[in-house]
T-cell receptor, first 111, second 111 residues
Framework: ETGVTQTPRHLVMGMTNKKSLKCEQH?????MYWYKQSAKKPLELMFV???????ENNSVPSRFSPECPNSSHLFLHLHTLQPEDSALYLC??????????FGPGTRLTVL | SQQGEEDPQALSIQEGENATMNCSYK?????LQWYRQNSGRGLVHLIL?????REKHSGRLRVTLDTSKKSSSLLITASRAADTASYFC???????????FGKGTMLLVSP
């Protein structure tokens, strides 16, 4: 257990659905991240929040919408996804840039 | 791209043998970290080495850093079947707000 939790662990959704992924940390960290991990591809950074403000958005499609209501919670809202969005979505948190602590991930399948 | 590159992409060894993985990067770093990922799970931080350090140990892990060659190696001694996982290096580059992860080395340790 790293202290970072993610729910749900598995999600199957149709292309017209709207769903949200949730990440929670109580480690006192000040930065939170969303990553996408597809088969045979490097880990892709999607969003970074530092002190609850988004500092980086690596050209992620608008069908992915992050939300960071406080320093302990991070959401990824999903709508009208495509089959190629199927992947493992990982949340991480850190204090500065030293060590990132990852959640177990949400395995997303888009039908 | 500052992305690190791990080498080899895959490594298969017998229990008890040592496993060595390498990571190369392109621009100067503040620190370099190694992470491990079991199949379909989140990444777990293993060890961090700062740019002014040359070698670091943690249990059966030994990490070296050669900033002149922009490379690092991770040595796992006396490997066990439970060491089977993917191993990633991640670099902290000045001027960037996030870590940059490589593509990983898949290690298979057979009993």
């Amino acid at each position: 257990e790293t202290g970072v939790t993610q729910t749900p662990r598995h999600l199957v959704m149709g292309m017209t659905n709207k769903k949200s992924l949730k990440c929670e940390q109580h480690l006192g960290h000040n930065a939170m991240y969303w990553y996408k991990q597809s088969a045979k591809k490097p880990l892709e950074l999607m969003f970074v929040y530092s002190l609850e403000e988004r500092v980086e958005n690596n050209s992620v499609p608008s069908r992915f919408s992050p939300e960071c209501p406080n320093s302990s919670h991070l959401f990824l809202h999903l709508h009208t996804l495509q089959p190629e969005d199927s992947a493992l979505y990982l949340c991480a948190s850190s204090l500065g840039l030293d060590t990132q602590y990852f959640g177990p991930g949400t395995r997303l399948t888009v039908l | 791209s500052q992305q690190g590159e791990e080498d080899p992409q895959a490594l298969s060894i017998q229990e008890g043998e040592n496993a060595t993985m390498n990571c190369s990067y392109k621009t100067s770093i503040n620190n370099l970290q190694w992470y491990r990922q079991n199949s379909g799970r989140g990444l777990v931080h293993l060890i961090l080495i700062r740019s002014n350090e040359r070698e670091k140990h943690s249990g059966r892990l030994r990490v070296t850093l050669d900033t002149s060659k922009k490379s690092s190696s991770l040595l796992i001694t006396a490997s066990r079947a439970a060491d089977t996982a993917s191993y990633f290096c991640a670099t902290d580059h000045s001027g960037y707000s996030t870590l940059t992860f490589g593509k990983g080395t898949m290690l298979l340790v057979s009993p």
